[in-house]
């Protein structure tokens, strides 16, 4: 099966990179997304997320006419469907996958699609996002035939292929990562395997639809429950009066023990979701997974906490000082280190309920954004230079700037990521 034209559904985080490997290897892609504006700054050559190296790419994939954004599905061999799964409230509660996104972009593709063509949801998904995506296709498109009601025969291919790829290391791990399979038919497979060939050096292993949605979810919930521990035994180590970052060092010398670093929680478009996917479609069976979920989502409350009882102390230390002029000066605003993404981040989370609570004297500096979101409206963003009118010292995020700085003098600190613990 040759594929002259691609088409990428949503270009986040995960659908622009995709969508420039595609067209870096000279095959015409065309780049699908509702918003208007990132439309028109991809199609001047430049990007409006920031991941290392994509604006070289993007620009000369602009450049040589191989990539092209638009507002609407056109005509394409092949289609890959890049869009958000968020939550919505549902009966066991507000953590319920929102397929709305997913059922979309698949009625927005609809019109265009003709035999042949495959379509390949690339989306974290709960387990039956695939099925349900075929079946919006074929009601859509009656005139057509879907695999999970002719099988092999049938004119359209589908299937399910999550991305795995650490932002930050996107345009790397897109190219040599091994990517799960998951066809509805085995022609469907081998399709889709045929299009990943065109950039991925790792092995592309094949299972169904229904695995390849769950192995996605089980990979991110193993690494939730595994944060989960390490959030937890620092509550413990705090309360016992035991420095976390010097017992996980000497822990994990073992040789069959690896503990993975606390922080303030979870954050991003993955492990801070996915385990909730594996909750909604199995709320009895899955206790370990929900009470993970609960942990790290608590964390951000423990960090408030240890603020509030460094602000006691500070006010209790310098005695003719009031609450109201106690400056609060957090360090990091995305999920993880070294990038803009604000997505699900509790360090935003923290630094929101701190301005609520402390009025206007919180303060935030976040090397990767130029503008603060609007809910952060009471808040300055700081350079970090400025960083030392702090009286109480909170890091959140271990960007690369912050482990280059001391440990601040004046004032107290709380280190939610062990950047100072070593100072």
């Not at 639809?209 to 595994?226: I, P």
């Not at 951000?300 to 509030?308: G, H, L, N, T």
């Amino acid at each position: 099966m040759t594929f002259k034209t691609i088409s990428v559904i949503g270009l986040g985080y995960i659908g622009l990179p995709t969508a420039a490997v595609l067209a870096s290897r000279k095959i015409k892609v065309i780049g699908v997304d509702v918003n208007q504006k990132a439309v028109d700054i991809i199609n001047s050559g430049q990007i409006h997320i920031v991941e290392p190296d994509l604006d070289i790419v993007v620009h000369a994939a602009v450049t040589e006419g191989y990539l092209r954004a638009t507002i609407r599905p056109e005509p394409a061999d092949a289609f890959l469907i890049a869009v958000p799964t968020p939550f919505k409230s549902g009966p066991t509660g507000d953590h319920e996958p929102d397929l709305s996104y997913i059922e979309s972009a698949s009625r927005s593709i609809a019109p265009v699609l003709k035999k042949g063509d495959l379509v390949i949801l690339e989306s974290t998904s709960p387990v039956g996002a695939t099925e349900q995506m075929a079946d919006w296709l074929a009601e859509a498109r009656p005139d057509l035939s879907f695999p999970q009601i002719n099988g092999e025969e049938s004119d359209i291919r589908v299937a399910y292929c999550p991305e795995r790829v650490l932002p930050g290391q996107v345009l790397r791990e897109l190219i040599q990562n091994d990517r799960v399979i998951g066809g509805v038919t085995q022609k469907c497979s081998a399709a889709a395997i045929e299009l990943y060939k065109n950039f991925v050096l790792g092995d592309c292993i094949v299972t169904n639809a229904r695995t390849a949605e769950m192995c996605k979810l089980t990979e991110n919930s193993f690494r939730d429950v595994n944060i989960a521990f390490a959030n937890e035994l620092s509550i413990i180590a705090d309360k016992l009066k035991i420095d976390v970052w010097e017992l996980i060092r000497l822990a994990n010398r073992h040789p069959r023990v690896k503990i993975l670093q606390p922080g303030p929680g979870v954050g991003g478009h993955c492990i801070a979701v996915d385990p909730w996917f594996i909750v909604s479609s199995a709320p009895v069976e899955s206790k370990l997974i929900k009470t993970a979920r609960a942990v790290n989502d608590s964390k951000p409350s423990w960090i408030i906490y240890k603020v509030d009882e460094a602000v006691a102390s500070y006010l209790k230390e310098n005695s003719k000082e009031s609450i109201e002029g106690v400056r609060i000066v957090c360090y990091g605003l995305a999920f993880k280190a070294n990038i803009d993404d604000l997505r699900e981040s509790p360090a935003l989370e923290i630094v929101r309920q701190l301005s609520s609570k402390y009025s206007k004297k919180v303060y935030v500096v976040e090397p990767n954004i130029n503008v603060l979101p609007s809910t952060l409206s009471s808040v300055e963003l700081v350079a970090l230079e400025d960083a030392q009118l702090g009286d109480i010292h909170v890091m959140l995020v271990d960007h690369d700037e912050f482990k280059r700085i001391p440990r601040p003098v004046g004032g107290y600190v709380v280190d939610g990521r062990g950047v100072w613990s070593a100072n």
